[in-house]
Every structure is written in C-alpha cells, then in structure tokens.
C-alpha cells in the first residue's frame, strides 16, 4: 500500500496527515533506563551547524532519536537523503509524510561536503521512502555514495535504505555502487506488520537482504527491530531465523519508543536483561555481530560496529 497526501494545497497541513483523525493511544511512563542526556555540547552544536549550512536532512532529528545528544556530541550524524517527506505512513515513524518535492541533484554532492567537514571515518546514510520514483530513489543512493568516495576515500559507507518494493532493478543500482554495509530494517515480526509497517511486505524485505549479499557476497549486511510494539518473544526468535536463512551478519535490537499519541503505542518497555537474552539467542544462531539494549538504533556506534564486524568476520575466515 502507498500512502500519498497532498502537501500543497495546504501549507499548513499537520506533519501526519493520515495520523490526525486516529485516537490518542497512550503509552506506559518511560522506565529508568531509557532516560539519554540532553543534547547541549559544543560538540552538538558544531553538527548542528554543519548539517544547517549544507542545507541536509538527518534521521537523527526528524525520527526524534534518543541518542541524538550522544552521537552528535561525537559527530556522528546520519545523513537522510530525497527530503524530509515519505510516502509511507508507517504506524512507528516520526518522519514527515506526504508527497515529496523533485530529487536535489546537488545533494550528493552536499552530502559528501559534509562528511569531508566532520571527519567522518564512517558515515551511514538513510532515505525517506520515495514510491513516487520510478526507481525508488536507487541512483541517488549510487550517486550520493559515488560522491562520499570521490571526496572522503578512506571513510566506509553504511546506508540503510527503504525496501525498494515493486522496483526492478532498483538494488542492483545501489548494490553495484558497493556500500561497506547495506542495512535494510525489518522494523518488527511479520505478525505486526499491518499495524505497524503496512506498506512493506516481511518476505519481500528478507529477500531484499538475501538479494544483496548474492549480488556482492562482500558487502556486510544489516537489519534491526524493535519490540515492545506487541511482539512475542518466539517471533523475535523467528526473525532471527529467517535473517540468519538470508545470511545477514549484523542484527541490532531497541525498544520502540512513541514519537506522538497518534502514533502506535508502546506496548512494554522491554528491560535490558531480556536484551541480553535476545543478544545470546541471537549469537548462538550465528550472527557476526548483535547489538540489543533499549536504547539500540541501526546507526548508534556504527563506526566501532563496523570495525567489530570486520574483525568478526575476518576471524571466522582464519
Ligand atoms: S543513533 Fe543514529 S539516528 Fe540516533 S542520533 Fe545516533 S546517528 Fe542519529
């Protein structure tokens, strides 16, 4: 299903159209250890400015991250590309939706700009989802990480993209640009997936991962849940399965947390040692690498991730 809203007949139109007449759903009070400091360093602002002056969306601040205070702090900033509009409506997600503007062909060139100006050693790039192209957005995901190369050639790329449903031959575009890592979430377990994410299919995304690591068995490949959006646990055990079955090496797990009331509720804030049950089970099925605590995102840590996982892999290969 593709959720398309008019955004020009109404500039002030709400950020979720579509969420505007559902009931407010409320959540449980946030536990302990979900508690992130405020994002209030020099370190902070200096992102901040950086991602202004390059005219540049992040994922960071339109999903309204929890970590945002921590990664930025660092300079970790994860870069989301074709606008700050989607043409999902997914039941989870902070990000605008409705229809988006044209492609910014300069963006690419943005982008890498401001990796050069960080210094990133490791950037991960996303996408808002884009059903309006007719390739989903593919090349600009090729262009954009064909032009971080040309400008940072030392620093490795890890994008997270949308799932290019109904799109032939749209992953091959971005798979032959060869990212360091390609991470496609799956969000949540397929029983959830008409509440919580009902434009995406569970097969078609597993198999979008699965596609990748046949097309280029190099590239390290990634996908990530959350739960306490109602999943049980043999589900989460099920996921594993069928990732494991499509050959993904990095599997991260973090608590849903609720943007606004319209969105999906918080069913139970999972506590951390039931992560590290999740981390164990998810070792013992053979995963390089799993990171699982409440407050996990794909890109939280990426760049020590990566050097983790290249390890990992290396040592599996002695
Ligand atoms: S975890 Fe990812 S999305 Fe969140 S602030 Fe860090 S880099 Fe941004």
Redesign the pocket.
Do not use: F, G
């Given at each position: 299903m593709v959720v398309i809203v008019d955004t020009i007949s109404n500039p002030l139109r709400p950020r979720h159209p579509e969420k505007v007449n559902r009931p407010d759903s409320a959540s449980p009070p946030k536990p302990d250890w979900i508690r992130v400091r405020a994002p209030n360093t020099r370190g902070y602002a200096d992102t901040r400015n950086i991602v202004r002056a390059n005219g540049l969306h992040?994922?960071?601040e339109e999903?309204g991250?929890?970590?945002?205070g921590?990664?930025?702090d660092k300079k970790?900033?994860?870069f989301m590309i074709m606008g700050d509009t989607c043409t999902r409506a997914c039941a989870f997600c902070n990000v605008k939706t409705g229809m988006p503007n044209a492609l910014d062909a300069a963006e690419p060139h943005n982008v890498a700009e401001a990796v050069a100006k960080l210094g990133l050693a490791h950037v991960?790039i996303t996408s808002v989802d884009r059903d309006d192209l007719a390739d989903g957005g593919a090349e600009h995901f090729a262009q954009t990480i064909r032009a971080i190369r040309a400008a940072c050639p030392s620093t490795t790329i890890e994008i997270l993209t949308p799932d290019f449903l109904r799109k032939e031959g749209a992953l091959e575009i971005v798979v032959t640009a060869r990212p360091d890592v390609f991470n496609h979430n799956l969000e949540t377990v397929p029983s959830r997936y008409l509440t919580v994410r009902p434009g995406a299919r569970y097969f078609h995304s597993i198999r979008l991962l699965q596609r990748v690591k046949e097309l280029d068995p190099t590239t390290f490949t990634k996908s990530g849940i959350m739960v306490g959006l109602g999943e049980e646990r043999h589900e989460v055990q099920q996921v594993m399965d069928d990732l494991r079955s499509a050959d993904v090496d990095f599997l991260t797990i973090g608590q849903y947390l609720q943007p606004t009331r319209k969105h999906h509720a918080v069913m139970r804030y999972v506590p951390p040692d039931e992560f590290s049950s999740y981390e164990k089970v998810a070792y013992t099925k053979g995963f390089l690498m799993v990171s699982a605590s409440p407050?996990t995102?794909?890109?939280?840590?990426?760049g020590e991730d990566f050097a983790r996982l290249k390890a990992a892999r290396a040592a599996v290969a002695r």
């Open positions: 992040t994922v960071c999903a991250c929890p970590n945002i921590e990664c930025w970790h900033a994860t991960v407050l995102r794909s890109s939280h840590h990426a």
